[in-house]
């Protein structure tokens, strides 16, 4: 018993241990593909970079340009958390059953766009770049809702003011 | 001619790391002075982060919560397993129910309850303090890489950033870079295109490259047990001078007071009673609404 109790240990250890020597290394590696906050997500990259400000909008898809909708003073909350949640998983994030909720602040509306900016000062430049990822909302006519991601989110980069780079996610493994 | 006593006997992987300094005495009483730690710290942490944070409190946060409190009861009333295994059921729940916003001392702090969860039925302290000095040294080590890997240091890109959201920071940037400073905190870090965000200043440039410099060189100065005092001294003095500056005391305290297990048991007691002591206080300005929020991050 008393070594069954130090060999279950020792693999415990052993494996808390492992993980904590390769998972930053992944995590560091994911992070510029999937976007995510490096201070999140147990990689020890609290305070390695700044953290990302963001923007989150409902707007109307069938206008032409950017009409910002004005959701319901209740949804604020459940905004910020979308906001925060978006911001902290990147490319990660499931926004399918808030985008779903969200169409529901506007019961006469047949589309929406969820829109989500996030801002940071990126290495290099040490200018602030934009990265902005939206999912249209649409509802259908026997009532049910369909929820498009963009395909490429617009990552955009500035150096002294100038627009110089929009790059699709191309997720690379290699 | 006689056999070895039974207690050096390798009983585990880590043994290395936790015979020297310690004699088994010492290994015991450092280990329930890091349940001490551990248990009030978390106690407070997730006070703060499954009650006081929040207007709604779910049934799961309240069973987060009351495990970290009943785990502080356990540990005075010396029943560690249970103690052990409140700490870990109520750090587990709340880094579940945090996640994705589960800071990483959350995680630390889960891994941490673990350690002294499956050490705890034997109590085999030896193995304990060896494993956390490797999580300590490793956490250290992880810190001062990302810096170095996402590269805003180099020119204190990160510290123009914080700036603008913590105020220590912002003193800091004055005073070292007071040419510089009005440039930097009249960006918009939120406007596409700001910047550059660095500091010109040679000065903040070395503090900023101290920053990761000291999180490679503890955990390397580490491996030598010699160097332990004044590597865990220079840690832990480091991390609360930052914290100084971040107000973020609950990830402060937790990783300047974890430097504590590589330090002589009498200095790391004072340690955890301070540590306590600092906790209760911060408690206390919780539960009467004093200070700001994150401050207690």
Request: glycine share 10%; aromatic share 18%; net charge negative.
């Given at each position: 018993m008393a070594l069954q109790l130090r060999r279950l240990r020792s693999l415990v250890v052993a494996l808390a241990l492992a993980v904590l020597v390769v998972w930053p290394f992944v995590h560091r590696y994911l992070q510029p593909q999937y976007d995510f906050d490096c201070w999140k997500l147990f990689g020890f990259g609290m305070y390695a970079a700044p953290t990302p400000r963001f923007y989150v909008s409902i707007e109307d898809p069938t206008q032409p340009g950017r009409v910002e909708l004005t959701p319901p003073e209740e949804s604020r909350v459940a905004l910020?958390?979308?906001?925060?949640?978006?911001?902290?998983?990147?490319r990660f994030v499931d926004a399918d059953a808030f985008a779903r909720r969200a169409i529901e602040w506007f019961p006469d509306a047949p589309a929406i766009r969820l829109r989500h900016e996030r801002t940071w000062v990126r290495a290099g430049t040490d200018r602030v770049g934009l990265w902005v990822r939206y999912w249209d909302v649409v509802r259908n006519g026997?009532?049910?809702?369909t929820v498009t991601p963009s395909e490429d989110d617009i990552d955009v980069d500035w150096v002294a003011g100038a627009e110089v780079q929009s790059v699709p996610f191309v997720p690379n493994f290699n | 001619m006689h056999d070895a006593p039974l207690i050096d006997k390798p009983q585990s992987a880590f043994e290395p790391w936790s015979r020297a300094g310690d004699s088994p005495e010492e290994s015991s009483h450092r280990a329930r002075w890091v349940l001490v730690f551990v248990a009030v710290h978390a106690a407070v942490y997730l006070t703060r982060v499954m009650w006081l944070q929040q207007l709604e409190v779910s049934p799961p946060e309240l069973v987060a919560l009351g495990c970290g409190w009943a785990a502080v009861l356990a540990m005075v009333l010396r029943r560690r397993v249970v103690a052990s295994t409140l700490l870990f059921a109520g750090l587990l729940t709340s880094a579940v129910l945090l996640f994705p916003f589960t800071a990483n001392h959350g995680g630390l702090f889960v891994l941490l309850s673990l350690l002294l969860l499956v050490h705890a039925p034997d109590a085999n302290d030896r193995a304990l303090i060896g494993a956390l000095r490797i999580?300590?040294?490793?956490?250290?080590?992880?810190?001062?890489i990302q810096k170095l890997w996402y590269g805003y240091y180099f020119e204190a890109e990160f510290f123009a950033e914080?700036?603008?959201?913590k105020v220590g920071f912002a003193e800091l940037f004055r005073r070292f870079s007071p040419d510089n400073a009005a440039?930097?905190?009249?960006l918009n870090p939120s406007q596409p295109g700001a910047g550059p965000f660095r500091s010109s200043s040679v000065a903040l440039i070395l503090l900023a490259n101290f920053s990761w410099f000291i999180e490679l060189l503890v955990p390397a100065a580490l491996l030598k047990r010699r160097a332990w005092t004044a590597a865990a001294l220079s840690a832990a003095a480091f991390t609360y001078a930052i914290q100084a500056f971040a107000r973020e005391f609950t990830f402060g305290l937790l990783f300047g007071g974890l430097m504590g297990v590589f330090?002589?048991?009498?200095?790391?007691r004072w340690q955890v009673v301070a540590t306590v002591v600092i906790d209760l206080v911060l408690l206390g300005f919780l539960l009467t609404g004093g200070g700001e929020r994150w401050h207690f991050n």
């Open positions: 910020r958390e979308f906001g925060f949640e978006a911001m902290s998983l990147g026997d009532g049910t809702v | 999580v300590v040294a490793l956490v250290f080590l992880w810190a001062g914080y700036a603008h959201s440039t930097v905190l009249n330090l002589p048991l009498r200095w790391f």
